[in-house]
C-alpha cells in the first residue's frame, strides 16, 4: 500500500494569513498515460464529514472557494489556504488514488492563531 | 437535493454483525460506484471498498475481505454496507460516499453521507 504522510500535525494561522499543508507519497502517483497525479485534499470540520476540496492534485472541487489551492509534483504535495478564513478551521487530509487500496494521511489540523 | 443519507447509531457486541444503509437522491443512483470509509474516534479515514450500484460488482480492501459485504437495492436507490464478526477496534463512524466521475471508479469521493457511529462493546 501507498503511505501518506503529512506536515505539520497542526499549524495555526492569523486570519487573512497564508496556511501552507504538506502531503508526500512513499512512491509516484503520477499516471503517464495521462500525466496525472492521482492526490485528493479533503476537508473535514467537526462532527462533519469529509468534503472534497482538489482532485488530480491542482483541480478544484465545484464550489470550492478559489482561496484553496493545490500544487505539487513527483511524490510532494501542498496545499494552500491563500488567506485564512474562520470557516477554514478544519483537518485536511491528502489522499492517494493511484492505487488499491487508495490511502489517506493521517491529516493537518488547521487552527486560528 | 443531492444527497447520501444513511441510517441510524448502532451498538453492537463483540463478535455480532452491523449493516448499516445508505439512501441516495437527487441523481441517478446506478451512474456513480458508492464507496465505504470508516473513522475510528479521533483517527484518520480508511477505505473499505466499493459497490457499482449498476452491476452489483464489488471490491473489498484486503484487510476487510471475509468479513465485509456490500449490497445495493436499485429499487430504492439504497447501498448496504455489512460489517462481520466485529470487534471493538471496529468503533467507528462508517460513510457511504459516491464517486465523483459518472460510470468511471476513479475513487474520489464527492458526496458524503452523514455517517454511522458503529460502537462494538461487552
Known amino acids: 500500500d501507498i503511505v501518506m504522510t503529512q506536515s505539520p500535525d497542526s499549524l495555526a494561522v492569523s486570519l487573512g494569513e497564508r496556511a501552507t499543508l504538506n502531503c508526500k507519497s512513499s512512491q509516484s502517483v503520477l499516471y503517464s498515460s495521462n500525466n496525472k497525479y492521482y492526490i485528493a485534499w479533503y476537508q473535514q470540520k467537526p462532527g462533519q464529514p469529509p468534503k472534497l476540496l482538489i482532485y488530480w492534485a491542482s483541480t478544484r472541487a465545484s464550489g470550492v472557494p478559489d482561496r484553496f489551492s493545490g500544487s505539487g509534483s513527483g511524490t510532494d504535495f501542498t496545499l494552500t489556504i491563500s488567506s485564512l478564513q474562520a470557516e477554514d478551521v478544519a483537518v485536511y487530509y491528502c489522499?492517494?488514488?493511484?492505487?488499491?487500496?487508495?490511502?489517506f494521511g493521517p491529516g493537518t489540523k488547521v487552527d486560528i492563531k | 437535493q443531492v444527497q447520501l443519507v444513511q441510517s441510524g447509531a448502532e451498538v453492537k457486541k463483540p463478535g455480532a454483525s452491523v449493516k448499516v444503509s445508505c439512501k441516495a437522491s437527487g441523481y441517478t443512483f446506478t451512474g456513480h460506484y458508492m464507496h465505504w470509509v470508516r473513522q475510528a474516534p479521533g483517527q484518520g479515514l480508511e477505505w473499505m471498498g466499493w459497490?457499482?450500484?449498476?452491476?452489483?460488482?464489488?471490491n473489498y480492501a484486503q484487510k476487510f475481505q471475509g468479513r465485509v459485504s456490500m449490497t445495493r437495492d436499485t429499487s430504492l436507490s439504497t447501498v448496504y454496507m455489512e460489517l462481520s464478526r466485529l470487534r471493538s477496534d471496529d468503533t467507528a463512524v462508517y460513510y457511504c460516499a459516491r464517486d465523483l466521475w459518472v460510470d468511471i471508479l476513479t475513487i474520489v469521493p464527492d458526496l458524503w453521507g452523514q455517517g454511522a457511529l458503529v460502537t462494538v462493546s461487552s
Open positions: 459497490i457499482n450500484p449498476k452491476s452489483g460488482g464489488t
Open positions: 489522499q492517494q488514488y493511484y492505487s488499491t487500496p487508495p490511502t
